[in-house]
């Protein structure tokens, strides 16, 4: 089936730790996006990428890096930089980068820091 | 300054009553798209409807209806009789066409739906 596969589900980060989530999709899409949900708020944009090999900061990229090398791959990392990582992380895709098209999302990784 | 806000925080209903969600927004754009998604329990975000700043028409599906009205900057979602499976939380979202896809999203309404 086609859709979005983030993982792990659930991860667990010390202080000081970078971590990685993974973000794979089948959907032959153009457009990957990483949002930042916290309790009671809506989604924040992390960063996006509309074409392999290139990558834009959203509204809230401090103390996150991604990378795009594959059409089918945007994995995010948290860093240390990061300084309140706790939250649910959701990535999605979309055909193209345009705005009229909707976006598909993953099941999401909840990060917590221990 | 692009803003979507979601005033009702959390709704609860008795099944079979219906129930209808706010969305007013904010752009100073006129071509643009308006959303709505889904958040079940498991935390995936499902499409609901999509609507561009051009058509005013009301949409129907099935149980769900979408009201969607410029001079009001408002874009209401109503569940007809609600089942206990409408229980999530549902965001609506404002993409411009120079944003190049990002969604601007409310903080959500929290809706359950007793048996």
């Known amino acids: 089936d086609g859709g979005i596969t983030q993982s792990p589900k659930y991860l667990f980060r010390k202080e000081g730790q970078n971590v990685t989530l993974s973000c794979e999709q089948n959907?032959?899409?153009?457009?990957m996006y990483w949002y930042r949900q916290d309790p009671g708020q809506g989604l924040r944009l992390i960063y996006y990428?509309?074409?392999?090999?290139?990558?834009q900061k959203g509204d809230i990229a401090e103390g996150y890096s991604v990378s795009r090398e594959k059409k089918e791959s945007f994995p995010l990392t948290v860093t240390s930089a990061q300084k309140n990582p706790t939250a649910f992380y959701l990535c999605?895709?979309?055909?193209?980068?345009?705005?009229?098209?909707?976006?598909?999302f993953g099941q999401g990784t909840r990060l917590t820091v221990v | 300054a692009q803003k979507v806000t979601q005033a009702q925080t959390e709704i609860s209903v008795v099944e079979k009553e219906d129930v209808t969600l706010d969305c007013v927004y904010e752009?100073?754009?006129?071509?643009?798209?308006l959303f709505w998604y889904k958040q079940p329990p498991s935390g995936e975000l499902v499409f609901l409807i999509r609507?561009?700043?051009?058509?005013?028409q009301n949409e129907i599906s099935g149980r769900y209806s979408w009201n969607f009205q410029k001079s009001t900057s408002s874009f209401n979602f109503t569940i007809t009789a609600s089942q206990v499976v409408d229980s999530a939380v549902y965001f609506c979202?404002?993409?411009?066409?120079?944003?190049?896809?990002?969604?601007?999203f409310g903080k959500g309404t929290k809706l359950s739906v007793k048996p």
């Open positions: 999605a895709s979309s055909r193209t980068g345009g705005p009229r098209l909707e976006a598909f």
């Open positions: 959907l032959n899409h153009d457009a």
């Open positions: 990428s509309q074409i392999v090999n290139d990558f």
């Open positions: 752009t100073r754009d006129t071509t643009y798209y």
């Open positions: 609507r561009n700043s051009f058509d005013e």
């Open positions: 979202a404002l993409s411009e066409v120079r944003s190049q896809g990002n969604l601007i």
